[in-house]
């Protein structure tokens, strides 16, 4: 008894076997991305899981920037990075880093490699290199250059950083062995001549560290313990085993390897996104429709539904793809004690109280949120001019229609029962206003039994209410035929991926809502504030998800 019950996840059985064994005394983890582009949904995974594991440890996480490829980066991307994995709680006080401060180690490491005869400079072009490196069938051959002297080596590898050679003059790569059946263990390129302005460097180099040479430096200078990757990095384990032992790293890091998260019939690659904002289908990399972080945040996803959804992943070794749908129960388990249910009509139609009197405006009591008192209590106005939903009400209704049409009683949530005695159209038979009686009896609250109405339908009180735009959302993907287009690569869009209404209104109780800030709307879902498009006079809503799916959590 008193053992923990909760089942651990594989790299926690691994973490728990180091920490037993005495490999390490403590966890480090870090989260290292490449400044080139914006986070999405998987990089959040990465970041919520070693962070997770820092904490659950009692351990330490990093956030270090990879910059050490001065082509791709860009500052910009420094700080929504920094901004998003804030958001998403991760502690990296104290413990924010540059790969590229640590130039002068990775050259210091090469050194010692050359010194040792595990390195060796090498003029093989490019296509030489490849050439000789062989193919899964068949052993590398050697470079013609491999057994140069130490010295030698040591004076061009010099030669190399002070400027004398042009890019792909000349190369460092690793003395492992041409022949073996892991390719990324023949004799790996570790450095190559780049004369390339530097963000963080500037022009203190011309030569830069390949990534395979690098990070494994990176991760051992900042004393991380496990090293947590995606599994396209599984066959380089063994060149980053190498370099933390030839470069006699101790403790030594442990890269241990994880599947990425996949979400269904969703764009995540940078240069797909990239054509959607280029082509004006996405009005940006934040648009509610993506998945990016940033995005995900504008939608109205909260950091607390993002670690719910990758703790209800998992982590496993295994490829898979995870349903959108699931980040919608997330979402929808966290918001419904948490938020107001407000009332707001998004295809409105008006309701004529004929015998409420004209100037009377009552002013009714509701509960924020039925499910959580903690929320309080609002101020409804009510009146004798009404806006509901234009399907609450049928001229002709089907079986089973429980709502208004003309004879027909329902409630008005938190208000009175109303009958429906007449309505009025336009030209072309289009229902313009509906008209009703109010039997004053029947106030909510008041202990009223003598009948009862089958159906209840939301309002909000005509004079009162705020005209608001709403953006309703579908996926981006035509779901039916998949993100990508076989033929060509190009992608599938369903055109009806949003639908803007500008003319709802809303009850008069978003005074001070600011941007982010979500609300359940009674019977349309839950919604949130357009940090880009909203203001205070016109405030924009961003449906994040429905109140309802068929969404069933995996077993
Ligand atoms: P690229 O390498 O194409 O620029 P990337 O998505 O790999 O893009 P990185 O900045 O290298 O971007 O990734 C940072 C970290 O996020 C890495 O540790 C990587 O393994 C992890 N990561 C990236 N995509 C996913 C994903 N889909 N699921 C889980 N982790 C991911
Ligand atoms: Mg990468």
Redesign the pocket.
């Known amino acids: 008894m008193g053992e923990e019950t909760v089942s651990k996840n594989f790299i926690e059985q691994e973490i728990d076997k180091d920490l037993a064994e005495g490999v390490y005394q403590e966890v480090c983890t870090r989260?290292?991305?490449?400044?080139?582009?914006y986070?999405?949904?998987?990089?959040?995974?990465?970041?919520i899981?070693?962070s997770g594991l820092a904490k659950k440890y009692n351990g330490t996480f990093h956030l270090r920037f990879?910059d050490t490829n001065p082509t791709?980066e860009d500052m910009e991307f420094v700080e929504s990075i920094k901004a998003d994995v804030e958001w998403l709680g991760a502690d990296f006080k104290d413990h924010l880093y540059y790969a590229s401060d640590y130039f002068p180690v990775m050259y210091e490491c090469a050194v010692k490699l050359i010194k040792k005869g595990k390195a060796f400079v090498c003029d093989l072009s490019p296509e030489e290199i490849r050439e000789y490196r062989g193919t899964l069938k068949e052993p590398g051959k050697n470079s013609p250059y491999r057994d140069r002297p130490v010295e030698e080596n040591l004076k061009l590898f010099e030669e190399m950083k002070n400027g004398v050679y042009k890019d792909g003059e000349k190369v460092l790569r690793a003395k492992i062995d041409m022949a073996s059946p892991n390719i990324n263990m023949r004799d790996p390129v570790i450095y190559r001549v780049a004369h390339m302005t530097h963000h963080n460097t500037g022009n203190q180099w011309c030569i830069y560290p390949m990534y395979d040479f690098a990070h494994p430096i990176e991760d051992a200078v900042e004393k991380i313990t496990h090293s947590?990757?995606?599994l396209?990095?599984e066959d380089h384990r063994p060149l980053y085993d190498w370099v933390v032992r030839e470069c006699e790293f101790d403790p030594a890091p442990r890269q241990i390897e994880?599947?990425?998260?996949?979400l269904t019939n969703v764009v995540?690659g940078?240069r797909y996104i990239k054509k959607l904002v280029e082509d004006g289908i996405v009005d940006g990399w934040d648009d509610p429709r993506l998945v990016s972080i940033a995005a995900l945040r504008r939608r109205g996803f909260t950091p607390e539904s993002l670690r719910m959804f990758v703790e209800l992943c998992g982590v496993s070794k295994a490829q898979g793809s995870v349903d959108y749908a699931m980040l919608e129960y997330c979402i929808r388990e966290d918001l419904k004690m948490k938020r107001s249910r407000m009332m707001a009509v998004l295809d409105p139609i008006k309701l004529v109280i004929d015998n409420y009197p004209e100037e009377e405006t009552e002013w009714l009591e509701a509960e924020n949120n039925l499910e959580n008192e903690a929320l309080g209590k609002r101020k409804l106005p009510f009146c004798r001019e009404l806006y509901i939903e234009r399907d609450d009400f049928m001229i002709e209704p089907p079986k089973k229609y429980f709502r208004l049409f003309p004879g027909n009683e329902v409630r008005l949530m938190q208000a009175y029962f109303v009958k429906c005695t007449d309505y009025e159209t336009d030209a072309e038979g289009n229902v313009t206003v509906v008209h009703c009686t109010y039997d004053p009896e029947t106030k909510s609250g008041s202990g009223f039994t003598g009948r009862k109405v089958k159906g209840t339908i939301h309002w909000v009180a005509a004079p009162y209410a705020k005209q608001a735009e709403v953006r309703l959302y579908e996926n981006l993907i035509d779901e039916e035929k998949g993100v990508y287009n076989e033929e060509d690569g190009s992608m599938n869009i369903n055109p009806n991926s949003l639908e803007v209404r500008k003319n709802c209104y809303v009850e008069p109780n978003f005074d001070g809502a600011k941007a982010y800030d979500s609300f359940q709307f009674v019977r349309t879902g839950y919604f949130c504030i357009d940090a880009k498009d909203s203001t205070p006079d016109a405030l924009v809503f961003n449906r994040i998800v429905s109140l309802k799916s068929s969404f069933k959590l995996p077993k």
Do not use: M, Q, R, V
């Not at 986070?39 to 970041?47: F, V």
């Not at 994880?258 to 996949?262: D, E, G, R, T, V």
């Open positions: 989260f290292p991305p490449e400044p080139n582009g986070l999405h949904i998987g990089h959040a995974k990465s970041i899981l070693n990879d791709k947590i990757c995606t396209e990095f994880f599947a990425k998260l996949y995540t940078k």
